[in-house]
């Protein structure tokens, strides 16, 4: 069974920092690529990073770039999405995802996680 659970959210200052995990298990994840997802009350969800299979490529849209950086440890199977000066609207469920190859924004992953909230206070 193929499981992606995050960790690390919570609430957070204006300005502060989280970093986000995404632990995937279940099968071999070899050649997929990692990214994260974030869906705000009454917003569609929107990508926020993903990183390829072999981490050599990453993307972000303009609203975090400069902001998030996303990394991954392959002998883990583990993403990680480290948030620095957070904004009150960087505030939502975040989602772990997986897809092979490559994901970017308009990809429909295959894989998802239950998601974690963060919450940053103004």
């Known amino acids: 069974q193929v499981q992606l659970v995050e960790s690390g959210g919570g609430l957070v200052q204006a300005g502060g920092s989280l970093r986000l995990s995404c632990a995937a298990s279940?099968?071999?994840?070899?050649?997929?690529?990692m990214g994260w997802f974030r869906q705000a009350p009454g917003k569609e969800r929107e990508f926020v990073a993903s990183?390829?299979?072999?981490?050599?490529?990453?993307y972000y849209p303009d609203s975090v770039k400069g902001r998030f950086t996303i990394s991954m440890d392959k002998t883990k199977n583990t993403v990680y999405l480290q948030m620095n000066s957070l904004r009150p609207e960087d505030t939502a469920v975040y989602y772990c995802?997986?897809?092979?190859?490559?994901?970017?924004?308009?990809?429909?992953?295959?894989?998802w996680g239950q998601g974690t909230q963060v919450t940053v206070a103004s």
């Open positions: 990183i390829s299979w072999n981490g050599g490529t990453t």
């Open positions: 995802a997986a897809h092979p190859l490559i994901l970017i924004a308009t990809t429909k992953p295959q894989y």
């Open positions: 279940g099968r071999t994840f070899d050649f997929y690529a």
